[in-house]
Each structure stands twice: as C-alpha cells, then as structure tokens.
C-alpha cells in the first residue's frame, strides 16, 4: 500500500526556519516525482514545489523560490522541504504528493495527510 | 496562470440525490490535463478524475467526469454517505499547476 507520511510541521517565529520530511513507503521512490503542496487556512491548494525521480531536476513557486529548497534522499525514500525566512503567509498544512507515472503531465495519484506550519510571533 | 474558479461553494445534497459540480478556468486547459480530487478532513486527497473524464484506478463509476476548453464538471450520479466532502479540481498541463478553491458537498 502505498503511503506518504509528513513530518516536522510546527510554530515559527517569523524568519526562522524548518524543514519538512515526507517518508514514503509501499513503492519505490526513484521512479516517481514528487512534489509539495500547501493550503493556507481558509484558502485553496497551492503547488509549491516539485523534484524530479533522480533529484536532479526542481522547481518552485515563485512565492517560495530563493526561499524553500526541495531535496530527496531515494536511499531513505524520503523527501524534504528545507524552508527558510519564513513569513506569516506560508502558515498552511503541508502535502507532500506522487506524481502518476503517466509519462509527461500528470496529476498527483498519491498525498500524505499533511503537516501544519504556522508562522507567527 | 491559468485560475480555477468552482462552482457552487457548498452543494447541500441528501444520499441518494445527484451532485453536478463545475470547474471553470481563465484559459484554456487541454482536456488531456485536468483533475478531480476528493478531501475529507485529516485524511489525504484522492484523485478521482485525470485528463478530465478517467476514472483513477479503484474510483467507483458512479463518479464521472466531463467537459473541454475552459468548462469541467464533475458528477456523481447517487450520493452515498461517504461522498460527502471537499472536492477541488487541477490543471496540471501548464505551469504553475493551479487547484480550483473547492466545493463542499454536505449532507442536508
């Protein structure tokens, strides 16, 4: 059964930092993309990030770009959000979310339960 | 980017009855690359629908969707208990891949 379980959501102070984790079992993480999503309180989804299979490939929002770095360790089947200079308008729940493997543009087949970041003094 | 507006906000139904919801874009969106997604509370979104009218693998066929261009509904035909929850839509053709805000579908 594939699954995607968030970590290290929490309270941050505005310009602090923290950095997300999203393990992911049941298949095997190099051959899928990644990608975080997030939802700010009372407000849609919002694509933040993705990542290539290998790693080798990323992109952002521009809200986040220079910001949040995506990262992945296949070893660990575990992907990551380095989020730095937080503001108050990145508290939101965070998904991490699979890429189908539907070659090209494709929609995201499998998401964790998120992980709350709020940013606030 | 391409805006997803959905249409009703909350769509308050009783089991049984048919529930018709729309996704409406401010460009046009290739009928290839539009997705439907179900969220319950605390729990993980679930795609429904891709390229606009594929059922994903294990969704019952009571869900259906339709639509091209710039207009996609998404149907379910018979309400049952578990149906009841967020629904949002996502074109995921251009960048940045943009969701929809979401319709509510309650119990009435």
Known sequence: EVQLLESGGGLVQPGGSLRLSCAASGFMSNNFAMSWVRQAPGKGLQWVSSINSVGSNTYYADSVKDRFTISRDNSKNTLYLQMNSLRADDTAVYYCARFSPCGGDCPFDYWGQGTLVTVSS | ?108
């Not at chain 2, 693998?57 to 969707?65: E, H, K, L, V």
């Not at chain 2, 091209?68 to 929850?85: C, K, M, N, Q, V």
């Open chain 2, 1 to 108: 980017e391409i805006v997803l507006t959905q249409s009703p906000g909350t769509l308050s139904l009783s089991p049984g009855e048919r529930a018709t919801l729309s996704c409406r874009a401010s460009q046009t969106v290739s009928s290839t690359y539009l997705a439907w997604y179900q969220h319950k509370p605390g729990q993980a979104p679930r795609l429904l629908i891709y390229g606009a009218s594929s059922r994903a693998t294990g969704i019952p066929d009571r869900f259906s969707g339709s639509g091209s261009g710039t207009d996609f509904t998404l149907t379910i035909s018979r309400l049952e208990p578990e149906d009841f929850a967020v629904y949002f839509c996502q074109q995921y053709g251009s960048s940045p891949k943009t969701f929809g805000q979401g319709t509510k579908v309650e119990i009435k």
